[in-house]
């Protein structure tokens, strides 16, 4: 193995890489031989050199790609979300040649697609007459010096030419004197001609420049007349199914729902390729009750469960390996689709006929005026904190004058005037997970480990219980910015947030309480879509009880955010999460679907329903609700019907989460809760990187918007002038063949996550023993 670490070369200013590296194909196979390639910013593989002209065995684009040494033969490459290519080289000095290899090419394949950006901007933003007019002078000008060109070399052509006919006939001069007359002339010549050349090749560099420039034109006008035509399109069909909607209506007929999710799933304009299933029956209102048996509830709706692949299968499927798009554990999972019948036992006599009132009465018995749970908070210990923020000033901006050049890009690389955000940060936006952890402090002390999952059921959709009227964009962090809440005085826990990669923008948080520990590594996909964005959230979410050793995680759903251009922005929360339990809770793991919106549906808007099962597959426990309102939880008393179509026997639903109004007037400054208030206060001690001393976020926070602005460029400019100088300093570094070491955070370190081939971002444990002794001398310098 020792061709491969190859030769460096350099295409385009990108460098190139060739040879036999091992690959970890599945736990079956191990590490396998495999040819890799290193081109154009992109790493593929082969089985063998033979295949590189017709078979591509994978994949991955190093532009956001995260490369990680685990030791001292082993490096990972991941993007984050689905491709993750765990290689082995032969030597030490084998893998240092291909990471090194690998983070240059990824500098050099951000420059390359940032000055690509920049270019499309810039023609995004020209006028076309005035660039029309500009260039049609500047080519005739260069035509004109051809054409004189021309002129002088047809008149000193005629001359060279008459000379050499006086070197053959004139015989009264010297020959001296002819020949000196002919190199005369043919100076002239030669002199003229090169003018010639050279006005030519002004002329074809100019009309190449300005071509390739109209050509982008063309094509981004051609893109944005394609995406409106679509647009106007899918509003004249939604409008034109209203209608008939509202007839059906007025008619008291029912709306058909023959199109079932499909014609949902358009409405809620989300990711095409994703499927959705709308309830046929909401269980949980009063509606929803059948006619036969008023005190039995009944309703119904659609799981869709994965199931890992037995060892056999995953056997046969090694024989052919096919593309690394999707990880070995997407590979080992089918689905498999569950129609859900929920009936509630018939209830002991109660006093109380509203299901709050009887849920109330099932609650944890406890004083509290702030929670369910009731938290029994001393007010002499909690620290005063503030309870708004200054209102949001009126400062009207053009829209679509924004919005028209950047259809179809990522909306992290869109440069977002501070118009469209609220002055927190994106680790702040994160912190805001745990407003209720008061479910995770009683999910700590349940016996049952199905029970406590319903519980963290619970929790994970009441991190979504702002995002309903919060269409502010946060603020994208610098690397290397951190925020610190310390809330132990009142929430019972503290935590500590940092921008741990910027390609691609990647944040971890640790928070810590005496009853349980939370962590996660929060990345995210986003694409504008002209009348909508969607965010793709990447990364894992852990909490871990240490009382008990039970641990689980989880992934978060996706966001869409509709009606950017026209009408008013409202956000949807939709797709399947999978609680997985590890550890102390191997094998139970609960499934949440989050409906789509859908004008047609009949169920009720933003819920959520799921179920918890156990190591065999039993479910134990339901969940229903709303991501915007409450969640309900109910335990299986029995389960009845084929294994396709179960229907489960409930016991008396219990209140697992309800949110907490709103402050009064929260819609006059960005409609944030009382904890979002208090997130951006000024509070002396924390680090030098800490959100709260972020210049541009506190000016916006102020009001004074045009000065946050500007300090929003000089940050971001004064980012991008540091990575180009650790990007230099790599070249520099990979030109003289030594290493050149990878971006370190300050308080966290990756590490391999526990059971499983993902690596994750996980605290030191540094943090608070630094502040207490005020000791941030290794911070950087972002501000």
């Not at 299933?277 to 949980?284: L, R, V």
Request: charged share 25%; net charge negative; with cysteine.
């Amino acid at each position: 193995m020792t061709d491969a670490a190859g030769n460096a070369l350099a295409e385009k200013g990108l460098p190139e890489m060739k040879g036999w590296l091992l690959k970890w194909t599945n736990y079956i196979k191990g590490y396998q031989r495999r040819w890799f390639v290193l081109s154009k910013g992109v790493l593929s593989y082969y089985r063998n050199q033979s295949e590189i002209n017709h078979t591509c065995r994978g994949t991955i684009s190093l532009h956001g790609a995260l490369i990680h040494t685990v030791d001292s033969c082993t490096f990972v490459i991941s993007n984050g979300g689905t491709q993750t290519f765990h290689i082995k080289a032969g030597t030490e000095v084998e893998r240092q040649s291909w990471v090194t290899a690998l983070e240059l090419a990824k500098a050099k394949a951000i420059r390359a697609i940032e000055c690509e950006e920049e270019e499309e901007t810039e023609t995004a933003h020209v006028v076309p007459s005035q660039e029309i007019s500009s260039v049609v002078r500047d080519l005739t000008d260069r035509l004109e010096n051809m054409r004189t060109c021309y002129d002088l070399i047809t008149k000193h052509g005629a001359a060279l030419q008459r000379a050499l006919n006086d070197l053959e006939t004139n015989e009264e001069e010297s020959l001296a004197s002819r020949t000196k007359i002919v190199n005369e002339r043919a100076t002239l010549f030669r002199i003229t001609s090169n003018a010639m050349i050279n006005a030519g090749n002004d002329y074809l560099h100019t009309a190449e420049v300005q071509g390739h420039k109209w050509s982008k034109m063309l094509h981004h006008e051609r893109e944005q007349r394609q995406r409106l035509e679509e647009i106007i399109e899918q509003m004249a069909k939604q409008q034109s199914q209203m209608e008939q909607a509202a007839v059906l209506v007025r008619q008291n007929k029912p709306v058909p729902s023959s199109s079932g999710a499909g014609t949902a799933g358009s409405l809620v304009t989300s990711d095409e390729e994703m499927e959705f299933f709308d309830a046929e029956e909401h269980g949980y209102s009063g509606s929803g009750r059948s006619p036969e048996s008023p005190d039995r509830e009944r309703g119904t709706f659609i799981l869709k469960m994965n199931k890992r692949r037995s060892s056999s299968e995953d056997q046969v499927e090694g024989h052919l390996e096919g593309s690394s798009s999707e990880s070995d554990e997407q590979k080992r999972t089918v689905q498999t689709v569950q129609q859900v019948c929920l009936v509630s036992a018939p209830r002991v006599a109660s006093g109380g006929q509203g299901d709050d009132d009887d849920v109330d009465k099932a609650l944890p018995a406890k004083q509290s005026t702030d929670s369910i749970y009731g938290r029994n908070w001393n007010p002499e210990l909690i620290k005063k904190r503030r309870d708004r923020v200054p209102d949001k000033p009126n400062h009207p901006i053009s829209l679509w004058g924004i919005m028209k050049n950047c259809i179809g890009k990522d909306l992290s690389k869109i440069p977002m005037p501070i118009n469209f955000n609220e002055p927190l940060s994106m680790l702040q936006r994160l912190v805001e997970d745990y407003e209720y952890t008061e479910i995770l402090d009683y999910a700590a002390t349940c016996q049952d480990e199905c029970e406590q999952l319903a519980y963290i059921a619970a929790f994970t959709v009441s991190a979504y219980a702002t995002t309903t009227n919060r269409t502010g964009k946060p603020f994208n962090p610098l690397l290397g910015e951190t925020y610190e809440c310390d809330r132990m005085d009142d929430y019972g826990w503290r935590c500590l947030a940092e921008q741990v990669s910027h390609h691609p923008p990647v944040a971890a948080l640790h928070c810590e309480s005496k009853n349980w520990t939370c962590w996660q590594e929060f990345s995210m996909t986003s694409k504008f879509r002209g009348k909508y964005v969607q965010v793709n959230p990447l990364g894992g979410v852990y909490v871990q009880f240490p009382n008990s050793g039970r641990r689980y995680s989880w992934r978060k759903v996706t966001t869409t955010v509709n009606n950017i251009i026209v009408g008013k922005l409202w956000v949807d929360q939709h797709g399947e999460m999978e609680i997985l339990g590890s550890q102390a809770a191997q094998g139970h793991k609960c499934i949440l679907n989050f409906i789509p919106y859908s004008y047609f549906s009949r169920d009720v808007q933003r819920s959520v329903k799921g179920v918890v099962m156990n190591k065999d597959n039993e479910v134990k426990w339901v969940v229903r609700g709303t991501w915007d309102m409450k969640i309900e939880i109910a335990p299986v008393l029995s389960t009845s019907g084929s294994a396709s179509s179960p229907t489960y026997t409930t016991g008396e639903f219990k209140l697992a989460w309800r949110r907490r109004p709103a402050p009064p007037d929260s819609d006059k400054f960005y409609n944030f809760t009382i904890l979002a208030c208090q997130l951006n206060e000024e509070e002396e001690g924390v680090a030098p990187t800490d959100s709260r001393l972020r210049p541009d976020q506190r000016l916006m926070e102020q009001g004074d918007w045009d000065e946050s602005n500007k300090e929003k460029l000089r940050l971001e400019e004064k980012q991008r002038t540091e990575r180009r100088r650790r990007e230099n300093e790599a070249e520099e570094a990979a030109a003289e063949g030594r290493p050149y070491p990878a971006y370190e955070p300050m308080w966290f370190k990756r590490e391999k996550e526990e059971g499983s081939e993902e690596y994750v971002h996980v605290f030191k444990n540094t943090y608070w023993e630094a502040k207490a002794a005020q000791k941030f001398e290794g911070c950087p310098n972002i501000y």
